[in-house]
C-alpha cells in the first residue's frame, strides 16, 4: 500500500507529465503547419525534394527530441528500387570536387556513402553537378542546395517574423517562434528506403527473447532511411521500425512507457534543463527498448 507522500509524488510527477504532453501536442499543431508550408513551397522550386504532409495524428517526420528541439525529416524524391552497393571503391574527392593524394575515409558505423547507380531507377538532377561528384550523391551538397531552398521559402512563404536561419553547419537549423515558445528544428533531407533492411543493421542481437522472429521480420519490411546530415557520409535511420518497437514495450502488462515517461521529466526537470541537452529523449527511448529486450518485466 503506498504512502500519502508516495502518492502525492506519484500524482505530482503525472500532472507534470500530461501538462508536458499538452505542451509539446500544441507546438507540433504549430510547426508541422509551418513546415509544410515551407516544405511545399520547396517542393514546388525543386521536385528532388518532398513536402512534410500534415496529419491529424502521429506525423513520422517529426521526432521530438527535447520539448524545444525537433527533428525533421524531409522525403527526398526521383530515387527508387535501391540496392546494395556491389563493390567497394576508394573516392579522392573534396566537397569542391578537387583531386585528393589519400582518399577519403571509409564511413563508420551506422554510416555509408550513396551512389546514384545504387537505385534502379533516378531522376536527372541527382546526376547534377549540384548534389553528385563522381557519382556520388554527397550529403553536403544536398544540404547546401536544401539551406537555400529554406531560406528562399522563409521568404516567399512570408514567414521571416516566425521563422529564422540558425547558423549551423552543415545542418541545416532554423528557429520558430510559437504561441508556447521558441522551438528550434533540425530540417533534414532524408532517402527513404522501403521494404529493404540495411546489412549494416546487425538487429536484433543473438538470444533476445524480444521481439520474436515473427515480428522482427515485419519490423524489417518497413525498410530504413539514409539522413543527409554530415559531410560525405549518409546516416542510417530507423524511426519508424523504433516507433513500430516503442509501441509494443508493454505487450507483456508491464510500465515500461509509464517509466519512460517519468524519466523524461526527470531529464528535464533535473538532469539536464536546456535548450540542448546532452541526453535525448531518443537516448532513454533505447533504454527502454534495451530493457524489454533483456527479458526483465517491470510492473
Known amino acids: 500500500m503506498k504512502s500519502l507522500m508516495e502518492g502525492n509524488l506519484e500524482d505530482c510527477l503525472l ?11 500544441q ?20 521536385i528532388r525534394f518532398q513536402a512534410v504532409l500534415y496529419s491529424d495524428t502521429y506525423n513520422e517526420n517529426i521526432k521530438v527530441l527535447a520539448p524545444t528541439q525537433f527533428l525533421i525529416t524531409v522525403p527526398m524524391r526521383g530515387l527508387a528500387g535501391y540496392r546494395e552497393a556491389r563493390q567497394q571503391r576508394w ?35 541527382w546526376h547534377e553537378a549540384d548534389v553528385n561528384i563522381d557519382g556520388d550523391i554527397v550529403p553536403a551538397k544536398v544540404l547546401q542546395v536544401f539551406r537555400k531552398l529554406v531560406e528562399n521559402a522563409i521568404e516567399t512563404c512570408h514567414l521571416s517574423g ?6 549551423d553547419r552543415p545542418a541545416v537549423r532554423v528557429a520558430v517562434e510559437t504561441s508556447t515558445g521558441r522551438v528550434e528544428l533540425e530540417l533534414t533531407p532524408s532517402v527513404e528506403i522501403p521494404t529493404a533492411w540495411s546489412k549494416k543493421a ?21 525498410g530504413f532511411s539514409l539522413l543527409a546530415c554530415s559531410n560525405y557520409h549518409w546516416q542510417l535511420s ?3 521500425a523504433e516507433q513500430v518497437l516503442l509501441e509494443q514495450l508493454d505487450e507483456d502488462g508491464g510500465c515500461r512507457r509509464k ?18 541537452p546532452v541526453i535525448t529523449s ?7 527498448m534495451q530493457q524489454k529486450q533483456d527479458g526483465q518485466r517491470l510492473t
Request: glycine share 4%; charged share 25%; proline share 5%.
Open 202 to 222: 546487425r538487429w536484433p542481437s543473438c538470444l533476445k527473447r524480444w521481439p520474436s522472429a515473427e515480428r522482427v521480420q515485419c519490423i524489417k519490411s518497413f
Open 27 to 46: 507546438m507540433v499543431e504549430e510547426v508541422q503547419k509551418i513546415v509544410h508550408h515551407l516544405t511545399t513551397e520547396i517542393s514546388y522550386q525543386d
Open 162 to 167: 516566425k521563422v529564422s536561419m540558425l547558423m
Open 238 to 240: 530507423f524511426l519508424r
Open 259 to 276: 517509466c519512460l515517461q517519468a524519466m523524461r521529466q526527470m531529464k528535464e526537470d533535473v538532469w539536464c534543463p536546456g535548450k540542448r
Open 91 to 125: 573516392r579522392y574527392y573534396t566537397l569542391q570536387g578537387a583531386r585528393l593524394p589519400c582518399p577519403l575515409r571509409d564511413p563508420e558505423g551506422l554510416q555509408q556513402w550513396l551512389e546514384v547507380e545504387q537505385f534502379l531507377k533516378s531522376l536527372w538532377q
Open 15 to 25: 500532472n507534470k507529465v500530461d501538462l508536458r504532453r499538452q505542451w509539446i501536442s
Open 282 to 288: 531518443y537516448h532513454l527511448q533505447v533504454l527502454g
